[in-house]
């Protein structure tokens, strides 16, 4: 099992531009989450989904969109890039049955 | 709301214990996790408490007083591989994480 896989590694963006941030289970897993990390800070939830056709906005939603067609994909899209949305993101998924969350490898972003 | 607090830095000396302290102010109160994420890297899961007590795994044990609204983690045997962040999260709802601002540990010899 490969896990939870993320790209790119990095990406840097000009303010306005948009981008999708690529994430991928292979562990058949329901629940899948966006967080972003700053700077000696905790992660904070973007967006989560509890199933394919389900998601639902966390606690920094805005700027971000998302969408679950299939149980593996959980793309992360930026609509137009700001400076503020400079920061490290990570992926993550668990199963409905357990609280163990499993990270991706994380997207560092940089808009200038 | 959700706040979930940590202290910033911890230092300790190789070969002994440290004990990162988490107090939490949540609704709907379902349990409390713990990840380790190395510099660079992804966090990764430690332990869960959905009950009081303590929980062992390995070096690493976490405690839960939900009545103190209150846990901990201890890492005993340090090791300099142990220097990480540490952080405590709670489920927030049902489905996803809510995290504190994480514990930087730092192990020397």
């Known amino acids: 099992n490969a896990g939870v896989t993320q790209t790119p590694k990095f990406q840097v963006l000009k303010t306005g531009q948009s981008m999708t941030l690529q994430c991928a289970q292979d562990m058949n897993h329901e629940y899948m989450s966006w967080y972003r990390q700053d700077p000696g800070m905790g992660l904070r939830l973007i967006h989560y989904?509890?199933?394919?056709?389900?998601?639902d906005q966390g606690e920094v939603p805005n700027g971000y969109n998302v969408s679950r067609s299939t149980t593996e994909d959980f793309p992360l899209r930026l609509l137009s890039a700001a400076p503020s949305q400079t920061s490290v993101y990570f992926c993550a998924s668990r199963s409905g049955l357990q609280e163990t969350q499993y990270f991706g490898p994380g997207t560092r972003l940089l808009v200038l | 709301g959700q706040s979930l607090e940590q202290p910033s830095e911890v230092t300790a000396v190789e070969g002994a214990i440290v004990q990162i302290n988490c107090t939490y102010q949540?609704?709907?109160?379902?349990?409390l996790s713990w990840y380790q994420q190395h510099d660079g890297g992804a966090p990764t899961f430690l332990s869960y408490?959905?009950?009081?007590g303590l929980e062992e795994t390995g070096r690493f044990s976490s405690f839960l007083s939900r009545s103190d609204s209150y846990g901990y983690l201890l890492l005993q045997e340090l090791q300099m591989k142990d220097s990480a962040s540490y952080f405590c999260?709670?489920?927030?709802?049902?489905?996803?994480?809510?995290f504190g601002t994480g514990t930087r540990l730092t192990v020397i010899p």
């Open positions: 949540t609704s709907g109160f379902y349990g």
């Open positions: 999260a709670a489920p927030s709802g049902a489905n996803n994480l809510f």
């Open positions: 989904s509890v199933g394919a056709g389900i998601t």
């Open positions: 408490n959905a009950l009081d």
